[in-house]
């Protein structure tokens, strides 16, 4: 969690809406079903301390990695141990970054067999900013930005579908998580529960589940069978 999620504004309206320069260089596609070791847009710290619309690989790639299909196992990073874990304390501390996303999605173990997707997203269809990490990765072709979206504990109705969430981040804490601070730990609160409350959990078909599909056809509503029972993720 979160294995998949969507992301389909161009570079100029996220350029905007995080008030930050364009560096994408034509780069931002939109996607309705962002899979690991995607190149999908990220918002993070020039050295000036300017904000920068950017794009970088999903699946974060300590320098020590090898390849770059280490990157797949990890896309998250766990809130709870992410200040002494060798491979996302350095860049938690220096390098963190906001992840635009209109809405990620999970799956849940149906009573009766089979699995249920569900978007989880804002109900006004304002952005998401989900709380990312990011470092670069020195491959054969050159530097490759990377990043890692942080998870922690779901909360309230969250918690029915998966036992994890993202860690979202509202407007007024985005200057203070892509600043520098003395003890980032402070950083990682949960989201205020009135404002989770503005997110909608909508059943949506399986056409998610491959990562060769795409469209505005995989966020659609679906009537519910059934409510939330065993959770279960693709990743």
């Known amino acids: ?26 780069a931002v596609r939109s996607s309705h079903n962002v899979a690991p070791t995607s190149a999908v847009p990220l918002v993070r710290l020039t050295p000036e301390g300017h904000r920068a619309l950017c794009v970088g690989r999903w699946g974060l790639l300590p320098p020590w990695s090898r390849s770059p299909a280490a990157g797949a196992r990890m896309i998250n990073a766990r809130a709870e141990t992410l200040a002494t874990s060798r491979a996302y304390a350095s860049s938690f501390a220096r390098r963190r970054c906001l992840v635009p996303a209109d809405g990620w999605y999970e799956w849940v173990r149906r009573p009766e067999g089979g699995r249920q997707a569900y ?22 072709a050159g530097p ?82 059934s409510a939330p029972a065993e959770e279960l993720t693709l990743f």
């Open 144 to 225: 490759v930005p990377t990043f890692s979206v942080l998870t922690t504990a779901a909360l309230g109705a969250l918690a029915e579908v998966h036992e994890r969430m993202p860690l979202l981040l509202p407007r007024e804490r985005w200057a203070s998580w892509l600043g520098p601070v003395d003890e980032p730990a402070a950083l990682l609160d949960p989201p205020p529960a009135r404002w989770l409350a503005g997110l909608e959990i909508r059943p949506v078909g399986p056409q998610v589940g491959n990562v060769r599909n795409d469209g505005p056809g995989l966020t659609a509503r679906l009537a519910e069978r």
């Open 1 to 26: 969690m979160c294995g998949r999620y969507a992301t389909t504004r161009n570079a100029g309206e996220l350029s905007e809406l995080f008030s930050s320069s364009d560096e994408t260089d034509g």
């Open 119 to 140: 978007y989880l997203t804002p109900a006004d269809a304002s952005v998401l900013a989900l709380a990312g990490i990011w470092t670069t990765w020195d491959g054969p």
